[in-house]
């Protein structure tokens, strides 16, 4: 097959700790999303200590341009300014801060709102690269919709329900009980051909998911859906991402008439759960935890996030940005490779195998009868 392979990538190296595991436990990795004028600035030492509060320079600072020079469009004032994703590798002397103090140091807070970026940082440990589980959220992560609000629209009850789903995701409900409050306002939606008219007419897919999906699929992760939605979207969002597992809320519909009784059958699936679950795949797929990453943007994600070897809050809201281990704030999942290391060159490259590898797979099945 043409082009890079997973093998290839690694053995490409990379200055700093992933390719010299010798920095130690001290050694940490920042991955900087900003425009190329302020990206530039974080080369300097002295800069890059001010921006994230340290008490003394960083030790063997190196750093690699992850994005290739894309001019986006100022649709303000009409001036092109380029993304630029920095990875800059960095050491610190004992006594060293700990990743958490770290990533909620109110300086770094501070420069990001200051300077329109954003900084990820994590420990540079041997293994960034060799996760080999994912789990998502699906509503407002997987897909752009919360499938709840949709059902309410059905019958007229929208603004109820979106205003309980608001406060839950912000972390200002319990999600059970808010979960229970919600799905009674859906009594009478229609259950029979909802789904069917959900699926084509409504939901639509956060960009970059199918491509984030098939390149880590390509990378041999395993993946699943955990929502605290419901099953009959999450079965289909599973398929058609070709995810492997689906947990998510059963709704229970009456079988004479066919209308949802607002009730919920079955073990709720909250941040407890998605936790609980996220621990049960891991270990079924015999996957160390620190090999694995979970993707969510409310507050009933923030368990599974720090469960996580890597937790990430995509387009999160306020709060969970805030105590998530890692926010990216952009218009693509494929972003998340920039923090998993992959240069943009790397990732469009892995995107074309895993195209290929989909098209000779139905290629197969076509010519042995099994499409």
């Not at 999303?33 to 890059?48: M, N, T």
Request: charge should be negative; hydrophobic fraction near 40%; glycine fraction near 8%.
């Amino acid at each position: 097959m043409d082009g890079l392979t997973k093998r290839d990538l690694e053995a490409k190296g990379e200055p700093g700790a992933e390719s010299d595991p010798g920095l130690g436990s001290s050694a940490f990795v920042a991955t900087v999303f900003a425009k190329a004028p302020i990206g530039q600035r974080f080369k300097d030492i002295s800069y890059f200590r001010e921006a994230l509060g340290l008490t003394s320079n960083p030790k063997n600072l190196t750093h690699r341009l992850l994005s290739l020079d894309k001019e986006d469009e100022n649709e303000e004032d009409g001036r092109s300014l380029s993304r630029q994703v920095l990875k800059v590798y960095f050491s610190i002397e004992a006594p060293s801060p700990s990743l958490t103090e770290l990533r909620r140091h109110p300086k770094l807070r501070q420069s990001e709102r200051d300077l329109d970026c954003q900084i990820s940082i994590q420990r540079a440990d041997s293994w960034r690269k060799e996760r080999k589980l994912a789990v998502f959220d699906m509503d407002s992560t997987l897909i752009q919709q919360e499938v709840i609000d949709e059902l309410a629209r059905v019958i007229g009850v929208e603004k109820e329900v979106s205003a309980i789903t608001e406060r839950a995701m912000n972390g200002e409900l319990d999600f059970t009980a808010s979960l229970k409050a919600r799905v009674a306002l859906l009594k009478g939606v229609p259950g029979g051909d909802v789904w069917d008219r959900l699926k084509s007419d409504v939901i639509t897919f956060t960009p970059g998911a199918r491509d984030l999906c098939a390149i880590l699929k390509h990378m041999g992760y395993k993946m699943a859906v955990l929502s605290g939605g419901f099953l009959p979207l999450a079965e289909w969002v599973k398929d058609q991402l070709e995810l492997d597992y689906a947990y998510a809320n059963q709704l229970v519909m009456d079988p004479e008439t066919s209308l949802l009784t607002g009730e919920t059958t079955g073990p709720i699936v909250d941040a407890t759960r998605k936790a609980e679950l996220l621990v049960e795949i891991a270990q079924k797929e015999g996957i160390p935890l620190r090999l694995t990453m979970a993707i969510g943007d409310g507050a009933n994600d923030l368990l599974m996030m720090r469960k996580a070897g890597l937790g990430v809050a995509f387009n999160a809201k306020a709060k969970v940005k805030e105590e998530a281990p890692t926010k990216l704030t952009t218009t693509t999942l494929v972003d998340v490779l920039y923090i998993l290391g992959y240069t943009e060159k790397e990732q469009i490259e892995l995107l074309n195998l895993s195209k290929k590898a989909r098209d000779f797979k139905a290629n197969t099945q076509h010519e042995t009868g099994l499409a």
